[in-house]
């Protein structure tokens, strides 16, 4: 078998997991139920977030909380102090794709 899977969480409750961890990309599937969210940190790679469920809550530096539903893709620069919660009913469902890894940042 030359292709390799990565199963995922299909559950609605609170799930952050790191799916696949290598040097060219590093992804992370996230399940937020209502009032839920990460850890506030910095993005430490290029960060894409890919919402395929609900509504994302992201506060990027100093800017007002913003808000994405399914079908957006958010791109988040290196080094951008974030906030991601869900502050909807239904559940946040997103992954997030880091390019590169960032361990090759050192961090």
Do not use: W
């Not at 910095?42 to 395929?52: D, G, K, L, P």
């Not at 994302?56 to 951008?80: C, K, M, W």
């Not at 946040?92 to 961090?107: A, I, N, W």
């Amino acid at each position: 078998m030359i292709e390799k899977i990565y199963p995922y969480s299909t559950e609605d409750a609170k799930k952050i997991e790191k799916l696949i961890d290598d040097d060219p990309v590093n992804i992370n599937h996230i399940v937020l139920p209502k009032g839920e969210k990460v850890p506030d940190h910095r993005a430490n790679s290029y960060v894409h977030m890919i919402v395929v469920r609900g509504t994302l809550t992201l506060v990027l530096g100093e800017q007002e909380a913003h808000h994405y539903s399914r079908g957006n893709v958010v791109h988040i620069p290196f080094d951008t102090p974030m906030k991601v919660s869900n502050q909807n009913d239904e559940v946040c469902e997103f992954f997030v794709v880091k390019t590169p890894s960032p361990r090759l940042y050192g961090k």
